[in-house]
C-alpha cells in the first residue's frame, strides 16, 4: 500500500461558488512539495488541486493530507473536508474495485 492510500480525507469543491482564483491550488502544500507536475509512474497530473477550464478541480483526492490550507485561503468558502473513517474508505476502495 502506497503512504497516500492510508490517507482518511475527503476534499470537495463547490465550483458554481469557485472564482478560479488560484490561491488553492498555490497554497496547497502537497501541490508545492511536486516538483514534477507528473507522477512520475504514469505521467499524469500529480496535484491534489488544479485548475481546470477556469476552476479548482480535484485532481488525486488521494494524495491530500487534510491540512485544511486551500480551505483558509479560499475567499469563496468553496472548499470542504471531511474525515472518512478508515474502515468506511476501505469499503469505498473495496467497492471500486468490483466496478
Ligand atoms: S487540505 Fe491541504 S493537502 Fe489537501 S488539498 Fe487542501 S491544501 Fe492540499
Ligand atoms: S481558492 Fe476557492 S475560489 Fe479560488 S480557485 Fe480555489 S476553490 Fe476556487
Do not use: W
Not at 7 to 13: A, P
Not at 22 to 50: M, S
Amino acid at each position: 500500500m502506497r503512504p497516500h492510500e492510508r490517507i482518511t480525507y475527503r476534499i470537495t469543491i463547490d465550483i458554481a461558488k469557485c472564482n478560479g482564483c488560484n490561491n488553492c491550488t498555490t497554497a496547497c502544500p502537497v501541490n508545492a512539495e511536486l516538483e514534477q507536475r507528473k507522477d512520475l509512474d504514469t505521467g499524469e497530473d500529480a496535484r491534489v488541486i488544479a485548475i481546470k477550464n477556469g476552476v479548482a478541480v480535484v485532481i488525486n483526492p488521494f494524495r491530500c493530507d487534510g491540512c485544511g490550507t486551500c480551505m483558509i485561503v479560499c475567499p469563496e468558502d468553496c472548499i470542504d473536508i471531511t474525515f472518512i473513517p478508515l474502515t468506511e474508505y476501505e469499503d469505498t476502495i473495496k467497492e471500486k474495485s468490483k466496478t
